[in-house]
């Protein structure tokens, strides 16, 4: 191990220095990727403030990543639950690989299940014998699209192909007019016919050679006014930083020739994990639409999930054209269709990323909410037409169908904020700070003891039998009965209760400035001294006979805690918190 001494006296010393050493592992394998000589990058000033245009590629690369690929049944699942969602470019299969995606793109146009919004596609390689096929599948559909690609990047011409670069551009050349011609030739004039290209590893090929094979597909196709080209710009595989990938679709979208006729399109792959950084920074940079699955499904670590791209749009105030309102419904379906479950954290959907479980993010969640309440209350407003604030929330869950409940969940971690948000959220009371800090205490041991998660139910029954016993479940010297009066004679009240005490039938009768002076009087008679240190009280509900909560911090007998009153009348609810106090001090 390094000792401070033997690194020398000017050496300074910095964690680093101290505990990191090589690992050892074959770095020498793997080199740097090239970045893009490009000083006056515009994009980084750009902003998002529309929605991209969208393809949903889940019934093609989502499909053909699955261990099971997709029944009909499911594709169809998956291809209603796109359309629902707003979806109006489609990726529905690879009809050549098969008779299952030929059989399903034929299903969806005879069954007429494409709305008239929505543009099919569908991928093939640039192989006459499924090009054919590819163009036979779409006979009679409304918008439909075909998506060609072909390998460009070196190691590809080279093991793949075996060939030169311009062996390889000629593949592109001859796919796209070999399109043009089965399309021509097999479909009528039903369908609005619209064509796709993708130098497939765009991210390891020469962005010189990239350009060329764009511009030989482009002098093919011929785009022009309403009849653009898709360019399709793919990191199959995530190679760089978003930033570089960024420097990519810059450089291609500046020199693209008939650029306004050009749909310039992303398609990241999460090999590196930063696909949904990448998808937006080549926005930023100049792409027009994404391409991507739901959720991040699709080849490897997956396509860039559209999910997270749309939502963080709307997170930011930009409708995303899509809607995620049910986003678990969404979630269903897709893990139906995928037979893959979504993770418990990925962003928006995961079971626990609306969750709290550690104290000082409840406490911060919990006075969010409040401070949102009373600034909706100052403007004469309702909580939903405010800009969303909330600590640790970067979205409303109820906006994507969550309800607050799960919101904040309590465990070992958890403190008094969080715990308090249980019980107010859950049963209307809004306890005091230090009586939070009270009862924290009580859960704090029941989660040192047994460990795990206290859930709401629990914690209201921890906080029933610590405060409100019941004739069920009774405890403690004093059980109220219902016999109860109190009257006011010359500014003094007079208070006469009913109750068990010690197991005997008793009548408690005492006066004084209040109901409750009155009632700490009565109870010198049983030997109880009681001194008042705090009252609050609230209405539960609103409305004429609605509870009320009363909560009172006494010293009795040298101890100093808190009890708690619910009830119709709010005297009685104080009364009953005196005796909570007084049974608890006893116990
Ligand atoms: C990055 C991506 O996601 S690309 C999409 C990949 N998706 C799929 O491949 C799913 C569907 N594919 C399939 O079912 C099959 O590949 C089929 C049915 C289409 C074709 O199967 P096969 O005819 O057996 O060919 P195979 O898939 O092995 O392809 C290899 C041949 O195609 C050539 N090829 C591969 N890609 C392309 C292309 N885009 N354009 C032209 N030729 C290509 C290869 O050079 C090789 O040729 P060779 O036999 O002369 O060496
Ligand atoms: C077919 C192409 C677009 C593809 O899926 C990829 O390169 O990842
Ligand atoms: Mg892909």
Same mark, same amino acid.
């Given at each position: 191990?390094?000792?401070?001494?033997?690194?020398?006296?000017?050496?300074?010393?910095?964690?680093?220095?101290?505990?990191?050493?090589?690992?050892?592992?074959?770095?020498?394998?793997?080199?740097?990727? %090239?970045?893009?000589?490009?000083?006056?990058?515009?994009?980084? +000033?750009?902003?998002?403030?529309?929605?991209?245009?969208?393809?949903?590629?889940?019934?093609?690369?989502?499909?053909?990543?699955?261990?099971?690929?997709?029944?009909?049944?499911?594709?169809?699942?998956?291809?209603?639950?796109?359309?629902?969602?707003?979806?109006?470019? #489609?990726?529905?299969?690879?009809?050549?690989?098969?008779?299952?995606?030929?059989?399903?793109?034929?299903?969806?146009?005879?069954?007429?299940?494409?709305?008239? +919004?929505?543009?099919?596609?569908?991928?093939?390689?640039?192989?006459?014998?499924?090009?054919e096929r590819t163009v036979e599948s779409l006979k009679g559909?409304?918008?439909?699209?075909?998506?060609?690609?072909?390998?460009?990047?070196?190691?590809?011409?080279?093991?793949?192909?075996?060939?030169?670069?311009?062996?390889?551009?000629? #593949?592109?050349?001859?796919?796209?007019?070999?399109?043009?011609?089965?399309?021509?030739?097999?479909?009528?004039?039903?369908?609005?016919?619209?064509?796709?290209?993708?130098?497939?590893?765009f991210t390891d090929t020469e962005l010189d050679f990239a350009?060329?094979?764009?511009?030989?597909?482009?002098?093919?196709?011929?785009?022009?006014?309403?009849?653009?080209?898709?360019?399709?710009?793919?990191?199959?595989?995530?190679?760089?930083?978003?930033?570089?990938?960024?420097?990519?679709?810059?450089?291609?979208?500046?020199?693209?020739?008939?650029?306004?006729?050009?749909?310039?399109?992303?398609?990241?792959?999460?090999?590196?994990?930063?696909?949904?950084?990448?998808?937006?920074?080549?926005?930023?940079?100049?792409?027009?639409?994404?391409?991507?699955?739901?959720?991040?499904?699709?080849?490897?670590?997956?396509?860039?999930?559209?999910?997270?791209?749309?939502?963080?749009?709307?997170?930011?105030?930009?409708?995303?054209?899509?809607?995620?309102?049910? #986003?678990?419904?969404?979630?269903?379906?897709? %893990?139906?269709?995928?037979?893959?479950?979504?993770?418990?954290?990925?962003?928006?959907?995961?079971?626990?990323?609306?969750?709290?479980?550690?104290?000082?993010?409840?406490?911060?969640?919990?006075?969010?909410?409040?401070?949102?309440?009373?600034?909706?209350?100052?403007?004469?407003?309702?909580?939903?037409?405010?800009?969303?604030?909330?600590?640790?929330?970067?979205?409303?869950?109820?906006?994507?169908?969550?309800?607050?409940?799960?919101?904040?969940?309590?465990?070992?971690?958890?403190?008094?904020?969080?715990?308090?948000?249980?019980?107010?959220?859950?049963?209307?009371?809004?306890?005091?700070?230090?009586?939070?800090?009270?009862?924290?205490?009580?859960?704090?041991?029941?989660?040192?003891?047994?460990?795990?998660?206290?859930?709401?139910? +629990?914690?209201?029954?921890?906080?029933?039998?610590?405060?409100?016993?019941?004739?069920?479940?009774?405890?403690?010297?004093?059980?109220?009965?219902?016999?109860?009066?109190?009257?006011?004679?010359?500014?003094?009240?007079a208070v006469t209760v009913e109750a068990v005490i010690d197991?005997?039938?008793?009548?408690?009768?005492?006066?004084?400035?209040?109901?409750?002076?009155?009632?700490?009087?009565?109870?010198?008679?049983?030997?109880?001294?009681?001194?008042?240190?705090?009252?609050?009280?609230?209405?539960?509900?609103?409305?004429?006979?609605?509870?009320?909560?009363?909560?009172?911090?006494?010293?009795?007998?040298?101890?100093?805690?808190?009890?708690?009153?619910?009830?119709?009348?709010?005297?009685?609810?104080?009364?009953?918190?005196?005796?909570?106090?007084?049974?608890?001090?006893?116990?």
């Amino acid at each position: 191990m390094t000792s401070s001494a033997s690194l020398g006296a000017s050496t300074p010393i910095t964690a680093a220095t101290v505990r990191q050493k090589p690992s050892g592992m074959p770095v020498h394998k793997y080199g740097p990727y %090239e970045a893009v000589d490009i000083p006056d990058r515009t994009w980084p +000033d750009n902003r998002i403030t529309k929605a991209p245009r969208w393809l949903s590629t889940d019934l093609r690369d989502g499909n053909q990543a699955l261990i099971d690929p997709m029944s009909p049944a499911r594709k169809r699942a998956m291809f209603d639950l796109l359309v629902s969602m707003g979806y109006k470019e #489609i990726e529905v299969g690879f009809p050549a690989s098969g008779q299952t995606d030929f059989d399903f793109v034929r299903s969806i146009i005879e069954e007429d299940a494409i709305p008239e +919004d929505v543009t099919i596609s569908v991928l093939t390689q640039a192989r006459e014998e499924l090009i054919e096929r590819t163009v036979e599948s779409l006979k009679g559909a409304r918008n439909a699209t075909v998506h060609l690609y072909n390998a460009t990047a070196p190691v590809f011409r080279e093991v793949v192909f075996r060939g030169t670069r311009e062996q390889v551009r000629q #593949i592109a050349v001859d796919g796209t007019r070999l399109v043009t011609e089965y399309a021509e030739k097999l479909l009528d004039a039903r369908t609005v016919f619209g064509y796709q290209y993708s130098p497939e590893i765009f991210t390891d090929t020469e962005l010189d050679f990239a350009l060329e094979v764009c511009e030989s597909v482009m002098d093919v196709w011929q785009p022009e006014d309403g009849r653009e080209i898709i360019l399709n710009l793919p990191a199959t595989v995530e190679r760089s930083t978003p930033s570089t990938h960024a420097d990519r679709f810059e450089w291609m979208s500046r020199n693209l020739s008939r650029r306004e006729h050009v749909c310039l399109s992303v398609h990241p792959h999460n090999d590196r994990g930063t696909a949904v950084a990448a998808a937006e920074l080549a926005i930023m940079a100049g792409a027009d639409r994404i391409e991507g699955c739901l959720f991040g499904q699709g080849e490897r670590t997956g396509n860039v999930d559209l999910v997270t791209l749309g939502m963080n749009l709307f997170s930011q105030g930009v409708d995303p054209q899509i809607d995620f309102s049910q #986003i678990d419904e969404v979630k269903r379906t897709a %893990e139906y269709c995928n037979q893959m479950e979504v993770h418990s954290r990925h962003p928006y959907v995961g079971d626990l990323v609306y969750t709290s479980f550690s104290g000082s993010h409840q406490d911060a969640i919990k006075k969010g909410f409040e401070a949102m309440d009373l600034r909706a209350e100052r403007e004469g407003k309702s909580v939903d037409e405010l800009e969303w604030a909330v600590p640790y929330l970067p979205i409303d869950p109820k906006d994507v169908g969550r309800s607050y409940e799960a919101v904040i969940r309590v465990n070992s971690q958890s403190g008094k904020g969080g715990i308090a948000y249980v019980l107010k959220g859950g049963h209307n009371l809004d306890l005091p700070r230090r009586m939070q800090v009270e009862f924290s205490k009580i859960i704090q041991e029941r989660t040192d003891s047994e460990g795990g998660e206290v859930t709401p139910a +629990d914690i209201w029954e921890i906080f029933q039998h610590e405060y409100l016993p019941t004739p069920e479940n009774a405890w403690g010297r004093i059980a109220l009965r219902t016999g109860q009066t109190t009257t006011t004679v010359d500014g003094q009240d007079a208070v006469t209760v009913e109750a068990v005490i010690d197991g005997e039938e008793t009548e408690l009768a005492g006066s004084g400035n209040g109901p409750l002076a009155a009632f700490f009087n009565a109870l010198q008679a049983i030997d109880v001294d009681v001194r008042l240190l705090d009252y609050v009280e609230h209405t539960m509900s609103e409305g004429a006979g609605a509870e009320a909560a009363a909560y009172i911090e006494c010293a009795i007998d040298g101890k100093v805690l808190w009890g708690v009153g619910i009830d119709a009348n709010i005297v009685r609810a104080s009364i009953k918190a005196v005796v909570s106090a007084v049974n608890r001090a006893s116990r």
